[in-house]
């Protein structure tokens, strides 16, 4: 099991009220920062956030990447040609390995 900051790492162990485990939570993370969880997984997870100061700091590590990420990655597109000699590069690589 993964240790996490606030070592606790096993559900209802130091946070009474909590039916999910700190590891089943960062694994789930993403799909609470993405809104991708049902209603009922999104309020298991933040009621564990809630009680779990480890946990909490780690999804907040996560949330600013996911933030860094949009900030530098978004509206930009590689140029032209970069584009052209991926779509190559990849063509060639998957012929190649259709011979093979």
Not at 15 to 38: F, K, N, Q, R, Y
Not at 58 to 70: F, N, S, T
Request: net charge negative; glycine share 8%; proline share 4%.
């Amino acid at each position: 099991m993964t240790d996490f900051a606030c070592g606790c790492g096993s559900p209802d162990a130091d946070h009474p009220g909590s039916d999910v485990d700190c590891a089943e939570v960062m694994a789930e993370v993403w799909t609470l920062l993405d809104g991708e969880c049902t209603d009922e997984s999104r309020n298991r997870l933040r009621q564990h956030l809630e009680n779990c100061p480890g946990c909490l700091r780690e999804y907040g590590v996560e949330e600013r990447i996911k933030v860094l990420i949009a900030t530098k990655c978004s509206g930009e597109k590689a140029p032209t040609g970069l584009r052209e000699r991926l779509r190559v590069e990849i063509r060639r690589t998957t012929i190649v390995r259709e011979l093979h």
